[in-house]
């Protein structure tokens, strides 16, 4: 099933994310973390991509085996950093073969290992999401970044690439995580005055341990509240009691955003079924609306 024909509609639904394994040698483990995410029978599950393709064929086992055993549709992640038109179109084929209708098109970072130009052939998400559409066949999902990609000088610039991409095929967008709804809101606002119009997925990241924290902000650029900052200086030293904690703040978040007529949330589960359970079941009555 193609992810356009399950988000941007009246009905209220959560998907997760997960990662396949970086080696062969974890295959079995981490299959069975994904697939335990899986088993809730979410909308929709993402997987992701190792930088610089590295895990490609993981990330299709680990996505073609979610869909013959659980019957829920994925959205397979491919990157363009240190990519040629070529093996795009053989990642591509790659994925219809293995059954895949839907496409996340990121740019990705250059990999640490990879000595060559990062962005000969492709520079920016847009180009590959262009060469998605020409290929044929799949829904094409894009990122964005509601507190500022990274990589741009500012918001206006931000958005105007995050234009290109929508404009080049791109049919929904998916956020980076926030911990504050408010930023959430200000960028559809911002998003919608410059035209784009397709549906922007909020991303979660559920937090339960503290050392998530340093990486979170490493990837994402996001501002902790200080309501958030708060709860894990009481709770951090308690493993238990944190997990709880930050079950409990995603949970609040997902629910301002349905309350506020949000429609479709994703969650960012990092392969942990008993996090993504939780968070499921405190919805499960709100899901089923």
């Known amino acids: 099933m193609k992810i356009s024909s399950i988000v941007g509609k009246d009905k209220l639904t959560l998907s997760f994310e997960v990662f396949p394994p970086k080696t062969d040698s974890d295959f079995e483990k981490v299959k069975e973390a994904a697939f335990g995410v899986a088993a809730i029978k979410p909308a929709y599950i993402s997987v992701t991509y190792g930088a610089g393709g590295s895990t490609s064929t993981n990330t299709l086992a680990i996505a073609k085996g979610i869909q013959e055993k659980y019957g829920v549709a994925t959205i397979a992640h491919l990157t363009c950093v240190g990519a040629s038109k070529d093996s795009i179109i053989k990642s591509l084929s790659d994925m219809r073969d293995a ?142 009691s944190m997990k709880q904690a930050g079950i409990i703040y995603a949970t609040q978040q997902i629910l301002d955003l349905y309350a506020n007529g949000v429609k479709n949330v994703h969650v960012y589960s990092m392969n942990d079924s008993s996090v993504a359970g939780a968070i499921y079941n405190n919805l499960s009555d709100i899901l089923s609306m």
């Open 99 to 240: 059954g895949i209708e839907n496409v996340l098109a990121l740019r990705g970072d250059k990999p640490k290992w990879f000595d060559g130009e990062p962005f000969k052939e492709y520079k920016y998400a847009s180009e590959l999401v262009s060469t998605i559409k020409e290929f044929g066949g799949f829904s094409v999902g894009g990122a964005c970044y509601p507190e500022v990609h990274p990589d741009s000088a500012n918001r206006q610039e931000d958005i105007i690439n995050l234009k290109k991409k929508v404009d080049a095929g791109c049919e929904f967008l998916t956020t980076q995580m926030f911990f504050d709804n408010s930023v959430y809101y200000d960028f559809v606002e911002n998003v919608r005055k410059a035209g784009i119009d397709v549906p922007v997925i909020p991303g979660i990241m559920p937090i339960t341990r503290e050392s998530q924290i340093e990486n979170v902000i490493k990837l994402s650029g996001c501002k902790m509240p200080q309501q958030f900052i708060k709860i894990v200086d009481r709770f951090k030293e308690d493993k238990a």
